[in-house]
Structure formats: C-alpha cells, structure tokens
C-alpha cells in the first residue's frame, strides 16, 4: 500500500518512482509487455491489416500446410474451408482479447466494489464474502454449462459466464487489500475531519487499493482468456464461421494428423496470451509489493 501517496485533502495519488524503475530493469516483464502491445495492436487493426477476408472459403485451396507452393497468398496456410489463417487468427485473436477484457472489466469491477464495501462496511462483510465463497465453489467450466443452458451458446453466454467467474476471486483480493488501509491513519485522520463514506471510498480506500487490484486484474486476464478458450472449444462460446482462437483450435482437432496448423497456431497463441499476461502480472506484483522492496 506504500507505493501510492495521498494527502488529507483528498489529492489524487502518486505514484512510487522506484517502483516503475523496478519494473522497467526487469527484461521478461519488458518482453512480454511488448508483446502484448503488439497482439492487442494487432487485433485493433485487424480488419486494416488482415490479407484478406476471414470467412472468405475456397474449397480448392483447403488445408494448404504452411509455406505451400501451391496456394502462396496463404502465409500461414489455410484451414478446412479454404479460409486464410492469418486474417483468421487476427480476427480470433480481437475475439479472444475482447472476451478476456470485458470479463475483467465488468466481473472484476463488480467485485473489486463488492470488496472495498466488506471491508468499509463490517455488517457487510459476512454475507458478501459468503457470497464469493458459493461462487468460488462451483468449478468455472459449469458456470459455462449453465448459462448456456438459460442463454444458449454464443459469445453473450460466454461474456456472461466469464464476468461471473471473474467476480469472487477479484472481491476476495480486493476486500484483503482494503482491510490493511483501512488500519492506516490517515483514514482515521478522514474521519475526524468529518468526511463522508462516499469520499473516504473513492478518494482514500479506492485510491490505495487499485495497484493491488489492477496487479491481479492482470492475472486474472490470462485466467479469463484460458477460461473462454477453453468454453469456446467445449463448444459454449463462438459459433462457426465465427473467428474465436479457441472455436479454430475446436474445428481444427479433426485434422491434426494431415494439416496440424489448423490447430495448432490458435493454441499457441492462447498460450503466449497467457503466459504473457501471468509474466507481466507476477512482475507487477513484484515491482510494487513493499515486502520484496525492503
């Protein structure tokens, strides 16, 4: 909670120097920060700069294997529709990140508030925390299965499932980061001086708590990518034709033997999202916990 400084008259917060400096020496966390902002500017620009159509098929040019003569405006070959794999894997790579950001976005902002409010609120605290508990007890796959049993398959269950999943894990980190806050002084010292609960929340609480949230947020994307790929596989997520890393590792499974690539690269992908975005989080962790500081 030491990396973020903020004064009694509610200032925004500065942050530590040192631990930005920290977190810009370490190489891996440089490495793979690079090349997330590399796939995420990829998948922003996909419909600029994908060679051709997606859902584009030519029957006579499937399953061409990678660096094919016979078929050489595919790059990455094509899959079992005749449909070129780079443009495929753009556009499943802005599905897949869309997924995994608003899963933490909207799951994980409802539970970082759920959070900061059990532990601001001690009557509070017990029913919300039960609550994370139930939800912590059901395995994610059956959240899946669940809602796309009520909504039906497709990628609004699956946003569904993957912001619900994202809620107990994310409270749970949060309410822990606001109970050693709420032990600081100057939240006492906001008190005596009158201010209101909304105030002490947002300006205090919610201010010197959000490097923790955000570090595990980061975490909990490759969780939330992982996660949806592995529903989209499963069949719960994207539907054909529609472009989804973990759907085109789904269609590709049938032709493993005689054109890997159809599977293999969106698995790859889905683990390089996923280990890079655990790098960073564990170098983030890292470069703003004050216990590894001293």
């Known amino acids: 909670m030491s990396d973020v400084a903020l004064d009694l008259d509610?200032?925004?917060?500065?942050?530590?120097?040192?631990?930005?400096?920290?977190?810009?020496?370490?190489?891996?966390?440089?490495t793979a920060a690079f090349f997330l902002l590399l796939v995420v500017g990829a998948a922003l620009l996909a419909p600029w700069i994908a060679p051709g159509d997606p859902y584009a098929s030519n029957l006579r040019v499937r399953l061409c294997p990678i660096g094919s003569a016979r078929c050489?405006?595919?790059?990455?070959?094509?899959?079992?529709?005749?449909?070129?794999?780079?443009?495929?894997?753009?556009?499943?790579?802005?599905?897949?990140?869309?997924?995994?950001?608003?899963?933490?976005?909207?799951?994980?902002?409802?539970?970082?508030?759920?959070?900061l409010l059990a532990a601001f609120y001690r009557r509070l605290d017990a029913p919300i925390m039960r609550f994370a508990d139930?939800?912590?007890?059901?395995?994610?796959?059956?959240?899946?299965?669940?809602?796309?049993?009520?909504?039906?398959?497709?990628?609004?269950?699956?946003?569904?499932?993957?912001?619900?999943?994202?809620i107990p894990s994310i409270a749970r980190i949060s309410r822990g980061a606001a109970q050693q806050v709420m032990h600081q002084e100057y939240m006492e010292a906001g008190?005596?001086?009158?201010?209101?609960?909304?105030?002490?929340l947002w300006r205090y609480l919610a201010a010197n708590t959000w490097p923790v949230i955000m570090i595990y947020?980061?975490?909990?994307?490759?969780?939330?990518?992982l996660l949806g790929a592995a529903l989209s596989f499963l069949g719960l997520g994207a539907q054909p034709p529609t472009a989804e890393l973990g759907s085109m590792a789904a269609d590709g499974r049938k032709f493993l033997q005689i054109a890997p690539h159809v599977s293999s690269l969106p698995c790859a992908l889905i683990f390089l999202l996923v280990l890079a975005f655990n790098v960073l989080g564990d170098a983030l962790r890292d470069a703003f916990d004050p216990q590894l500081r001293q």
Do not use: E, Y
């Open 134 to 166: 139930v939800l912590l007890s059901f395995p994610p796959i059956l959240f899946g299965l669940a809602i796309a049993a009520i909504i039906g398959t497709g990628l609004n269950g699956l946003v569904v499932a993957l912001c619900i999943t994202a």
């Open 191 to 200: 008190r005596s001086l009158g201010l209101g609960d909304l105030r002490l």
């Open 217 to 225: 947020m980061t975490l909990q994307l490759g969780q939330a990518i």
């Open 72 to 115: 050489p405006q595919f790059l990455l070959g094509s899959d079992q529709a005749g449909r070129d794999m780079v443009s495929r894997l753009l556009f499943g790579l802005r599905a897949t990140l869309m997924l995994g950001f608003t899963a933490v976005a909207i799951g994980g902002g409802f539970g970082a508030t759920l959070g």
């Open 10 to 30: 509610g200032a925004a917060p500065r942050t530590n120097k040192p631990a930005w400096h920290r977190l810009v020496k370490d190489p891996i966390a440089m």
